[in-house]
C-alpha cells in the first residue's frame, strides 16, 4: 500500500512557543525549521511512502521542504475556511491546524492514489522505518487509525479511513478525541516516532534518541540544549 503524508508547519516566527528558550532566541525559528526538514527527509526515506505534501504559509518552509523533494500546498487563510475562526490563519490554533489538513488532505487526494496520513513537523529524531513500521499496523485499521505520542494523551500519527476522508482532531486531548470519533488507537515499540518536541526537555529526549542531520547541524553549531 502506498501512502500520501501530510505535514503541517506553521510560520516560523510563530511556531514552537513552549520550545523557546531550548536555544538562543535568534535560533529558535531556524531549529523549528531544522525540525520540519528532518521529520520531512525521514517520511520521504520510509518505504511505502509516495508522497510527502508539507500544508505552510511560510515561504522559507517552503523553499527548505521543496528542496529535500516534498510538494508544498498554501494554508488556507481564514477566510477560505468557514467556520474556522480566528485561530485558522497560519495554523495559529488547533483549528487553523485541522483546517490545514484537511485542505491538503483534498489536494493530496486528487493527486496519489493510495491511504492518507497526517504527520506533526516535530519528530527530529524520525526514523523512516519505524514510520512505516507504524502505517504497516494501522493499514488494517479500515476506519482509521492513530498513534498517541508518548505521553499518551497527544497524536503523533492520523490515518485516514480507507477510501475516506482525512477528519484530523488536533489540539489538547488529540487522542483521546480521534479515540471518541472511532479511530482505531495503535501503540508500538517506535520511539523516535512516539517523541514529538514540544519542549526544551522533549528536544533533550529526541538529542538522547538521534536527530536528524539538520537538527544535529544546528544544536552542534555552539548551541546548548
Known sequence: MEWSVLVPVKRLAAAKTRLRGAVGAERHEPLVLAMAQDTVAAALA???????????ADPLVSAAVTALGARTVAEPGPE????????????????????ALRHAAATASTAVVGRIAALPADL??????????ALSALATAAGGGYVPDASGTGTVLLVAAAGGRLV???????????GH?????????????RHDVDTPADLAIAVALGVGPHTRALLRAGIAV
Open 46 to 56: 520510509a518505504p511505502g511512502i509516495a508522497d510527502v505534501l508539507v500544508v505552510t
Open 80 to 99: 477560505s475556511v468557514p467556520g474556522a475562526g480566528s485561530g485558522a490563519g497560519s495554523g495559529a490554533g488547533s483549528g487553523g491546524l485541522n483546517a
Open 124 to 133: 527530529p529524531a524520525l526514523r523512516g522505518d519505524e514510520l512505516s513500521a
Open 168 to 178: 484530523p482532531r488536533f489540539g489538547p486531548g488529540s487522542a483521546a478525541a480521534h
Open 181 to 193: 470519533a472511532g479511530a482505531r488507537r495503535v501503540e508500538g515499540d517506535w520511539p523516535s516516532l
